[in-house]
């Protein structure tokens, strides 16, 4: 049983389409990570959100934590072919730290 | 800039033949994490380091996998014996400290048993 849920599992869309990919869960989370892994890498951290509701943008991502910091959102705008790779979110409860259950984008040139 | 380095990149071994993984960690990173991905999915945590001492083992199987960090420093994780279900990635991550600090992730070694 995987506590972070990630949807879509996979995504394949079209160059300067938009995207949002979701991580849910039943368990509150102190903060919350986005990681994004290319292909034969390791992953590599986005962003890091804390409060619940808050909301980054890092150029044309941006990133929610769900009110009551069970849940967030990647949105993408404009998606372009180096933003192919492996979405995966993290949330950390106490002293534990998950990973969720990825979301695997294709962008299309 | 520094970096998780790991070796091999990639392995190909036979079911029931030993396979050794190893990591060196950012400089002045305490914190050692151990991942195991599937492909495709997001990595699960097999072991945490906190300088030499083992923090959280609890998913590593433990009758065939083994992993130490006698220095604090550098780690090596090991198989034996290796099964076809083994074929993964293993990631080494370290952070400046525990759960909460940003995980920097070295490029994995990908294993393969036949």
């Known amino acids: 049983t995987q506590l972070l849920e990630q949807s879509p599992q996979f995504l394949s869309i079209q160059e300067g389409e938009n995207l949002t990919v979701y991580c849910n869960s039943s368990s509150v989370f102190s903060s919350l990570q986005w990681y994004r892994q290319e292909p034969g890498e390791g992953p590599v951290l986005l962003v890091t959100?804390?409060?619940?509701?808050e909301v980054k943008k890092l150029k044309r991502l941006t990133f929610q934590f769900g009110d009551a910091r069970k849940d967030s959102s990647l949105h993408i705008t404009a998606a372009q072919p180096g933003d192919t790779g492996l979405y995966l979110c993290a949330g950390i409860t106490g002293n534990q730290f998950y990973f969720g259950t990825g979301t695997s984008l294709t962008v299309i040139p | 800039e520094a970096e998780v380095a790991q070796s091999p990149r990639y392995k190909i071994t036979e079911k029931s033949q030993a396979v050794a993984f190893w990591c060196d960690p950012i400089?002045?990173?305490?914190?050692l994490y151990w991942y195991r991905q599937i492909l495709g999915q997001g990595p699960e945590l097999l072991v945490q380091?906190?300088?030499?001492?083992?923090?959280?083992d609890s998913q590593l199987p433990k009758d065939r996998f083994s992993a130490e960090r006698l220095k604090g420093v550098d780690s090596t994780l090991k198989i034996q014996p290796a099964e076809l279900g083994d074929s993964a990635m293993y990631l080494c991550?370290?952070?400046?400290?525990?759960?909460?600090?940003?995980?920097?992730f070295g490029p994995g070694t990908r294993l393969t048993v036949t």
């Open positions: 380091f906190q300088d030499e001492s083992v923090v959280d």
């Open positions: 991550a370290s952070s400046t400290r525990p759960i909460s600090g940003e995980q920097y």
């Open positions: 400089s002045g990173h305490a914190t």
């Open positions: 959100v804390v409060t619940g509701g």
